[in-house]
């Protein structure tokens, strides 16, 4: 009987599409990420289904659009019934196990987890994680615990104990060492999980916190990059005077004010940087071990984030929206003897698509519910058809901006479609938006009210319109052969 492949499926938090080297980011060094993509694919167009963290990892772990799996913003809760991974990989005898952070709510649903190691970043999250006690074991002290992404040189203010709101830890190095980072100490569950988990298959989820701000890293990543190196954003000042009013609050709610300190953003870009290139590094420490055990040949390795993060594009920071900067992300699939080494594709790829991916390399069966495609048929060449756009859904009424604008919650619904060359957004109760990505690459210029534009905007209405009537909730599977109905009354 031939050995079941095992499932290593690993998330970066908030890592853009262009800070890798594979991707053509001209001064993060990543070898090891490189070195995976080139063992498989690289998909060159992948697009999460939400730019927040709790939704987009739902879609992920359901392989259902957020409309259906029903997380439409962190700590909302599945609804009822709703399937995870762990749920389908856990029916036919995998352990299924999670290392880092979920975003879920309630923290102390395993939701199907057998092995779990709960790590979410922030310290008021601790109680739910054995970090703080390796912290411990390890002779921090309790300040240091609570306060990590504090450096020393800085005095806590209060209200913002878990880091500071200005950005200011970007220009010192973590109070905890690199053997001990929340980056380490995730590798080191991961590697614990697999190497007790011995000939049983396994799925892990090794979820990764960084490069997630605080911007905060020990050294040697916080002096890796020089910040006089990094490349500055391209910005346009002016850019809102076409854009949606909402654009305008939620760049004041996500302190895009600090773009007026050069000397800080290029610190931040600095940081950032090494917070990458501190994960590739233990990256290559994971499947080193992968491979020392011999069962690197025997799994699927999967790495992408949950989203990207602006780094100053847009005057802005963290994520949301549909720009570019914040729903591309990287994706690289690796699997010796399935998957050709340096396949680069472009066809699109949705977030949903990784679980059935998953699925089908182990042989699974893929239930009727899953809304994604598994990426085997693209990848050998024997897929019929393949989708020629993708979709994202945000609900933004959890934001201050929501209550500026007056909005009740059924107002704050916005739904994006991309094709090759148009981005389309359209908003419930708010001006929409369109951009030529073939010739306005920054997305600065908005032609949604462009006259000639108008049948363009009705055919990409049309599409959302499409999709979503194609993808309302598939579930449960009922078999309907002996329904009373579709009997025929005058047979024998």
């Known amino acids: ?38 063992s498989g694919a690289l998909f060159s167009n992948t697009f999460v ?34 399937r995870t991974i762990a749920d ?5 005898q995998y352990r299924a196990a999670l290392v880092g952070r979920t975003h ?40 240091d615990i609570r306060y990590r992404y504090w450096p020393r040189e800085l005095e806590v203010i209060p209200g913002q104990e878990a880091y500071p709101e200005d950005f200011r830890e970007a220009y010192y190095p973590s109070r905890i060492a690199e053997e001990h980072s929340d980056t380490a100490y995730l590798t080191n569950e991961a590697i614990r999980f697999i190497r007790e988990t011995g000939d049983r298959p396994w799925m892990l989820h090794l979820s990764y916190w960084k490069p997630h701000l605080p911007f905060s890293v020990p050294e040697p990543y916080h002096s890796m990059y020089d910040p006089k190196d990094v490349p500055m954003p391209r910005l346009m000042p002016d ?29 931040i870009r600095a940081v950032y940087y090494g917070m990458i290139t501190q994960l590739d590094d233990h990256m290559g420490r994971l499947l080193e071990e992968l491979k020392q055990l011999g069962i690197r040949d025997n ?12 780094m100053g594009d847009h005057y802005m920071v963290e994520k949301e929206l549909f720009y570019e900067q914040a729903i591309h992300v990287p994706l690289m699939v690796s699997l010796p003897g399935r998957i050709k080494p340096g396949t ?30 598994s990426l085997f048929p693209l990848l050998d060449g024997t897929a019929a058809s393949w989708r020629q756009e993708v979709f994202a859904e945000w609900d933004f009424q959890y934001y201050h901006a929501r209550r500026q604008l007056g909005l009740n919650p059924d107002q704050c619904k916005a739904v994006m479609v991309r094709n090759k060359r148009w981005k389309y957004v359209h908003y419930s109760d708010q001006p929409c938006e369109l951009y030529d990505l073939e010739n306005d690459s920054d997305e600065f210029n908005n032609l949604a009210d462009d006259p000639q534009n108008r049948s ?28 009373s109905y579709l009997r025929d009354p005058w047979s024998t």
């Open 1 to 38: 009987m031939d050995k079941k492949v095992n499932i290593l499926f690993i998330t970066a938090d908030q890592l853009r599409y262009d800070s890798l080297g594979i991707t053509g980011h001209p001064l993060v060094r990543t070898p090891n990420l490189d070195a995976l993509a080139e």
């Open 456 to 483: 363009l905007v009705h055919e990409l209405q049309l599409k959302i319109l499409d999709w979503r009537l194609r993808t309302e909730d598939k579930s449960p599977e009922v078999d309907l052969t002996f329904a």
């Open 299 to 310: 799994t699927l390795i999967i790495f992408t984030s949950d989203h990207g993060e602006y």
């Open 344 to 373: 680069v594709t472009e066809s699109f790829v949705e977030t949903v698509d990784l679980l059935p991916t998953c699925m089908e390399a182990a042989g699974l069966p893929i239930p009727q519910a899953v809304d994604g495609r």
């Open 88 to 92: 389908y990989f856990n029916d036919h």
């Open 49 to 82: 289904q939400s730019a927040v963290c709790g939704p987009s990892r739902a879609a992920m772990y359901t392989g259902r659009y957020t409309h259906n799996n029903g997380v439409r913003f962190n700590e909302v809760p599945f609804r009822p019934g709703e």
């Open 104 to 143: 879920f709510t309630p923290i102390t649903e395993k939701y199907g987890f057998e092995y779990f190691a709960y790590y979410d970043g922030l310290p008021v999250k601790d109680a739910y994680s054995a970090y703080p006690e390796y912290l411990k074991s390890n002779g921090y002290s309790e300040e």
């Open 239 to 267: 850019e809102l005077k076409s854009k949606p009013p909402l654009q305008k609050l939620f760049r004041e709610e996500r302190r895009g004010n600090f773009l007026e300190d050069e000397r800080l953003l290029r610190q």
